[in-house]
Each structure stands twice: as C-alpha cells, then as structure tokens.
C-alpha cells in the first residue's frame, strides 16, 4: 500500500468516530435483505446535471427494477451538500427512520461530514457479494475518500482522475506542468478558465495547483487547521492573481461546472478544458459533442484522483433496497456498461483479473475511445487532499476572485 495512504489511514483513524448507525438490517444476510428489499422504491440522490449519468442511472433503474423488483428513483441534485441538509434536518427534527434519502453518490467534505456526524449506516461495504471482485490492492486509495478512511460506509463504484482535453488541431503541444500552463495563458489571454468555486471541479483545479506550487505537498494530507495555512496558500493565491487577467472573459466571470467548461471546449471559446472523468471527451467525440480532434493528457507531475462512493444514511427508509442498489452497480456488467465511452467512461474499480472470463471480456471488448488515454498512459494519481481544505480554499476564493471582486 502506498506510504502516504497507510499513513493518512492510522492518522484519521484517530479523528473520526465510527457512527453508531442503527443496524436494523444486516448486510451479511443477503437472502434476507433481498426479501425486505422487494417491492421498495429506493431514492437515490445523486448530481443530475449530466445528461449521461442521467441516463446511466435510469439504466441501472431498469435493471434494478427487471432483477429484484425494486424501484428506482433519481433525486437529482444540484449539489451534494442538499443532501446531507436533508438528513440532518431529519435527524434534528428526530426522525430516525423512515428518511427520505436513501443513497447518496457521495464523496469528499460531504462524506467526511456525515461520517463524522454519524449520518450514515454500515459499515456494510465489505458484506455486499459483489465485493470480492472490487480491487482494493490495485486501488488501495478506494478505501481512503480525501484522506479519510472509508470504513465500510461507502461502496466505491467509479474511480476518477483529472485530465485536461484539447483540441490536436489547433494546439499541437499542450502545456504539461502548472508552470508551462502559466506561461501558455499569459501567451494566449483568453482561452483558459476554470468553473467557478465551490463548483466540485473548479475547486479540485485549485486544488491541482496546490500540488504544482507547494514544496512539499504532504502538507496537504493534513487538516487546513493543523498547518500554516496562509503560508501554504500564498503560492496559490499569487499564481492566480498572475493568471486571472488572462483567461477567458479577464476572469469577469466562469462558467459553472464541467458541462458549461465542456461546451466552451466544443465552441472554441477555450482551446483546454479538464475534467475528472478521463472518459468524458471520447464520450462526447460519439454524441458529436466535441471534435474528433480533441484529446486528453495529464500532468508529467500527476493529476488529482479520487473514488465515488454510495452511502446510506442512518435513517433511510429503504435500507435493503439501498443494500442491492450498492450491489447491482458493482456487477460486472454494470460497470461495463459505466466505462464504455459511449455511456459514461468511468472507470472500473474491479480488478480484471478477479472476474470469470466471460465478464473480463466485457472489458476486453471494449473501445475506450480516440481521446482516452490507455490506463498505463494516465501518470501518478495525486492524493486528494484533506477535506477541509476544499472549502476552505473555495471560501478564501470567493472573497478575493468571486462576483464583484
């Protein structure tokens, strides 16, 4: 296992409680869960602002409905965080069980939020059935989310990796450093921007800037609190204030998240854009979304990569159909389905080699796309850092580049 993460493992172990969620169901007896599950209707929260995954979870919907009769319903979110708000109104107003959310796709502050809160059931993980074929000594960093350990309270479904597309006709040679990327914006003023923070992906390129400005970068496997933040961040803050007056619309205004960074992209309004699924571009190359010419790259030094996760909370009304949920989305199929680039282009957290050859060719079978780059193309996957500095950073954003500054 990597250093750093069995390091951030006994660390956080000692910060985080495990919730004393009810346990009104065991997730070791699968039979029984499967009778209580039949005949729910199981509400999943989850982002619904890609068209794509929209369609995804309708799909896996179907299934859920065709295998065990089990209905499926995306609440679509404009954020995560509506959710958790959701559930600690619940629990303050003292309802316990009988919640109206019962998955969560899930990661980072929100998940170290609910966890930390004792929000959410399990640990269940580890009993799903489907578990044996997850990965987990390939991808040790799907049991760690942000640094945190997972603990069982999430199933990991997607792994994610930030990688910048361009457009080969146009840009031969992208820059591959922060550093080279400073220097090509100032060189090409107006054809750069980022989605605006507290945005997920506009928040993980500072993020990624961090890591390409620090020293030492470990500083960022620690609470904000717990190192000299102002110190840390200076070097940030002044790389932007070097890069804003180039980039697009002199950094005015930005655009709200990967989809709007994406259609400026397709418009040739910004010849780089990034996004943390590495199978985006080759998807949207298929729908006639983007150019063929458009290809994907990743920093010589590493882009940030991260695991998605589906949670409970502890007071969901629909536990055992939550449980198969969790399950259904860890089948081989399922997970095909997720990275053929023509659905979604995830990738997999199984490891090929723990499935029967008719589900490894599923995953043989497979074109990942013109613009995918191959697994052994994708560079050092960047611990995400703690949590806290996520908001943190999108705060101090706010004051210093946000709407009328």
Known sequence: MNPLILATLV????????????????????????????????YWHAWGGDA????????????????????????????????????????SAGR???????????????FASMKDQGLLFGPFAQDLPNWGVVDTDANPSILVDFTLPVEGFGSPWAMFQMVFEYDSATLPEP??????????????????????????????????ALYGVLDDPAVLLAPADDVDYDAATAPLWAFLDDITPNLWRQGRTYPANEPALGQLLADGEIDIAFAFNPGRASAAIADGELQDSVRTYVFDEGTLANSS?????????????????????LDPEIQARAQDPDVLGFQTVLGLHLLDPQDRARF?????????????????????????????IADDWAARYGAGQ
């Open 309 to 329: 996760y589906l949670s409970i909370p502890y007071n969901a009304a629909n536990k055992a159909g939550a449980l198969v949920l969790a399950n259904l989305i």
């Open 11 to 42: 660390t956080c172990g000692s910060i985080l409680h495990s919730p004393a969620a009810a346990q009104d169901i065991d997730p070791k007896d699968w039979e029984g869960v499967l009778q209580q599950a039949s005949g729910q209707t199981v």
């Open 175 to 208: 820059p591959r450093s922060l550093d080279d990327l400073r220097a090509w914006i100032a060189d090409n003023p107006g054809r750069f921007t980022y989605p605006q923070p507290p945005d997920f992906l506009g928040t993980s390129f500072l993020k990624q």
């Open 96 to 110: 316990d069980d009988g919640g109206a959310v019962d998955v969560i796709w899930i990661n980072g502050a929100n």
């Open 364 to 392: 043989d079978a497979l074109e990942l796309g013109i613009a995918t780059l191959a697994p052994d193309q994708m560079g050092a996957g960047l611990l995400e850092p703690h949590p806290t500095w996520m908001t943190r």
């Open 52 to 91: 794509r995954i929209n369609a995804f979870i309708a799909s896996v919907g179907d299934d859920l409905q065709a295998r065990y009769g089990i209905s499926l319903e995306h609440v679509r979110l404009a954020d995560t965080a509506d959710a958790v708000t959701r559930v600690i109104a619940e629990r």
